[in-house]
């Protein structure tokens, strides 16, 4: 029964993952104007980064209900069970109370549950979770720098490149918590370094519509998503330093973040329309996304599909990480990419490159050895272990 429990798991995260990125790509691709011109130089597309921003905080900020829900529920039942504390017969039955809580898939979320077993750090609670905000608005660069990238490249290509927070997060953690990492791991991020390369050159130089200057509008769209994973790897880590400090449910710290991040977007949007977006059209022209989103069926359904498959995503996600591990999660996330990119040649967005299949591989194989998926290569100073990090997982 836990086999079973395991795979919906697995292809829950596996599905919501993919729709997401490809319900994105939909919008992006999704005429507003000008639909029935022949030159197709002069329609235009929905390009509306910040609302797609807003969308995925939307669907995080879900995940604070579900949080609540479990804590309301939790509470109803030991209210109901007085008292009384069943013992446990057997220790290593997932199902007992005394069981290792970590690998249980129906461990109770609740806000005594603790991070690690025993542990006797803090709780994050009143203004302390404010702390949250800061990876927030990494999250919330990081994302909207994304989204715009993603109109200039290929979902494919999109979420290869976004492999690269690896080499990013194995950096920074070296610097701010204190990490050493072994010779292979260093050898690693140079791989993942090679493989991103590759796979952003593939975008630039196998283009088929050369009429709209697409190595100049590429180039930017490379260069914005992996701008955008220095900001995603700098939320891991903050996020990182947080919850060493302080004993909080990965599904709250999600649910918080949702939430900080629709009071930034909310405020931040206005700001942004009346600084750059009166009257121009463009990404921070309030009105004209509000019209587009809710003027056009597809994409207005894209949008809700977004939030869902982004609350759903992070809630596969975190019960794969507890019931398997991390790494199986960090796999589980390669097999998406696979995933979005088989689908985007089945529906003809974009063209088979030999070149991204070798970036590709090369930027799989330096992240599976950064996260031991892979054994090392055989030098003795590589394969020396390093206690400290052993638990560092990075995923794509």
């Keep these: 029964m836990k ?15 993919t729709i997401n990125t490809i319900l994105n790509k939909l919008q992006d691709m999704t005429c507003v104007e000008n639909c029935e011109d022949p030159d197709a130089s002069h329609r235009e597309y929905f390009e509306q980064p910040l609302w797609q921003t807003l969308n995925m905080f939307v669907g995080e900020a879900l995940c604070l209900l579900v949080y609540y829900v479990g804590v309301y529920l939790e509470s109803r039942r030991s209210s109901s069970s007085g008292d009384y504390q069943p013992v ?112 952003g050159l593939s975008s630039i130089i196998e283009q088929p ?31 990182e330093k947080i919850m060493g400090r302080y004993e909080l449910p990965a599904i709250k710290a999600v649910g918080l973040e949702g939430v900080f991040g629709l009071i930034s977007v909310g405020l931040g949007m206005p700001v942004l329309y009346y600084a750059f977006g009166v009257g121009t059209g463009n990404f921070f022209d309030l009105p ?12 207005l359904y894209a949008g809700i599909g ?21 790494t199986s999660r960090s796999t589980i996330d390669t097999c998406r990419t696979l995933f979005i990119w088989m689908i985007s040649l089945g529906l003809g967005w974009e063209n088979f490159r030999w070149l991204q299949v070798v970036g590709f591989v090369v930027l799989i194989y330096g992240t599976f050895l950064f996260n031991d998926v892979v054994s090392p290569p055989p030098l003795n100073a590589c394969r020396r272990p390093v206690v400290e990090d052993a638990d560092e997982i990075v995923e794509p």
Aim: glycine fraction near 8%.
């Design 306 to 326: 977004i939030i869902f498959s982004i609350a759903f995503f992070n809630w596969f996600g975190l019960s794969v990480t507890r019931s398997i591990s991390a």
């Design 209 to 239: 519509d050369p009429n709209k200057g697409p190595v100049k509008s590429s180039f930017t769209g490379v260069l914005l998503v992996v701008l955008a994973q220095t900001f995603t790897a700098l939320q891991f880590v903050i996020e």
């Design 88 to 199: 446990a017969v057997h220790p290593e039955d997932p199902t007992s109370v005394q069981a290792d809580t970590a690998t249980s898939p129906n461990r109770s979320i609740t806000e005594s549950t603790p991070l690690i077993a025993g542990s006797s750090i803090p709780p994050l609670t009143g203004t302390k979770n404010l702390l949250l905000w800061l990876p927030t608005l990494c999250d919330m660069t990081a994302t909207t720098l994304m989204n715009v990238g993603l109109i200039h490249v290929s979902a494919s290509i999109y979420q290869m490149l976004r492999g690269s927070v690896v080499l990013f997060t194995g950096t920074l953690s070296v610097y701010f918590l204190g990490r050493k990492h072994p010779l292979y791991r260093w050898f690693a991020l140079i791989m993942v370094f090679v493989g991103v390369g590759v796979v």
């Design 3 to 17: 086999g079973i429990f395991i795979l919906v798991l697995v292809l829950g995260m596996l599905f919501t993952g």
């Design 288 to 299: 004209v996304g509000f019209h587009q989103l809710f003027s056009h069926a597809q994409i």
